[in-house]
């Protein structure tokens, strides 16, 4: 089938992106699905900062590529021996299509699979190689097995989750990477108890994410890290019972913490951040990272803080989700007013809005942005 889809063919740092446009919607034609996969009609995509990575190199991928990875969907179609889902659910997508089968997976910690990690840093699915082709017929990769910037994708029904039809396609869309890295790296990395302290450093969309998870673990206090005034401002209407700029934080936390946090979660993708972050911690206290650095960038820690202090450096990607298990939970969260997501949501575009869309993102300005890829968020759009 033919459809328009969001296309980068070369990396770029060049800004503003309104102006370079990196991305062009292209016609592209899209195999249909296989064994083990789903079609799907993409509903809305978040853009997340990692797809920004990928335009600026920081996350170096294979090209041409097709982006986006954090969307939601309605089934339109399913290939041979799909059992998990049927046409008109609504679904959202996971960048971490887990094997079941490998080590990690048998662990229960399918966001490390290994069979997914290949499939998406060759650009192609779970179960085959890419299914996108351009006007030339040459191939275009898929961004982390989804490339929902796209009135349609394809994708293995490991990276679909079913949710209900009744929450709305904007707010849903932000369950499959934000809210399931941030909130996951308090509830599923950290195992954040009752009236532990948390600090949260970066405040885009994870972050925020996290500042939620935290709140809704019963962290105390939870206190925002960011220089930007209006996202201090989210973070406490949030729940954060503080929020500062980066400007001597590590004191503030300190007093605000008799002595330090007992966590603290690094969302920035910056060392020089986690290393603060290990400072703002008390005695024994853990260190998350969950921000994705620029490949090459080096951390540089005084040794003495682990073995001399007990303290802890983790890492943790996608949150360490069950995706299955934690999106339902976090929905269930939100419907119960206890995450709000949709105070993230800072504006809806066209999918020919999308290089706007990355400059906002770049600048700072904007924490997450909608894409409606189909149609489906207009007013009395059918639901599939």
């Keep these: 089938m033919k459809i328009a889809a969001a296309v980068l063919r ?3 740092g060049r800004r503003p992106y309104g102006d370079s446009r990196p991305v062009e919607i292209e016609e592209l034609t899209l195999g249909a699905p296989r ?4 079609l799907v009609r993409v509903a809305a995509a978040s853009l997340c900062h990692s797809d920004l990575s990928v335009v600026n190199g920081d996350r170096v991928r294979p090209l041409p590529m097709a982006l986006g990875h954090e969307a939601v969907g309605v089934v339109a179609q399913t290939g041979p021996g799909v059992r998990r889902v049927a046409p008109g659910d609504h679904v959202a997508l996971v960048f971490v299509p887990s094997c079941g089968q490998c080590r990690r997976c048998g662990e229960g910690r399918p966001a490390l699979c290994g069979a997914a990690a290949a499939a998406n840093g060759s650009g192609g699915l779970l179960h085959g190689p890419p299914l996108l082709r351009d006007a030339a017929g040459r191939t275009v990769h898929h961004q982390l097995g989804v490339s929902a910037f796209a009135e349609y994708a394809v994708v293995a029904q490991e990276s679909v989750v079913p949710i209900p039809s009744d929450v ?8 499959g990477c934000a809210v399931l890295t941030g909130a996951g790296a308090v509830i599923n990395t950290a195992a954040l108890r009752p ?3 948390a600090v949260v450093y ?3 969309g994870v972050g925020l994410s996290t500042v939620l998870g935290a709140r809704a673990a019963g962290a105390y206090p939870v206190i925002a890290v960011d220089p930007v005034p209006a996202k201090r401002d989210l973070a406490r209407r949030l ?3 503080h929020a500062l700029a980066p400007d001597g934080a590590v004191e503030a936390i300190r007093q605000l913490t008799d002595g330090g946090a007992e966590l603290a979660v690094e969302a920035v993708g910056s060392p020089a951040v986690t290393g603060e972050c290990l400072r703002a911690v008390d005695r024994g206290g853990r260190v998350v990272s969950v921000g994705l650095p620029a490949p090459g960038r080096t951390l540089e ?3 003495l803080a682990f073995a001399g202090e007990g303290k802890s450096l983790i890492g943790s990607y996608m949150g360490d989700a069950v995706p299955r298990r934690d999106i339902p939970r976090y929905l269930d969260l939100w419907r119960a007013g206890a995450m709000p997501v949709e105070e993230l949501h800072t504006g809806t575009l066209p999918l020919t809005g999308l290089n706007e869309a990355l400059e906002e993102l770049a600048s700072g300005a904007a924490i997450r942005q909608v894409i409606d890829t189909s149609g489906l968020l207009a007013p009395g759009a059918p639901a599939a």
């Design 168 to 175: 709305p396609f904007a707010v849903a869309s932000m369950f």
């Design 195 to 197: 009236g532990q302290s």
């Design 202 to 204: 970066g405040l885009g």
């Design 35 to 38: 064994e083990g996969e789903v």
């Design 239 to 241: 729940g954060a019972h």
């Design 301 to 303: 820690v005084p040794a």
């Design 10 to 12: 070369e990396v770029t």
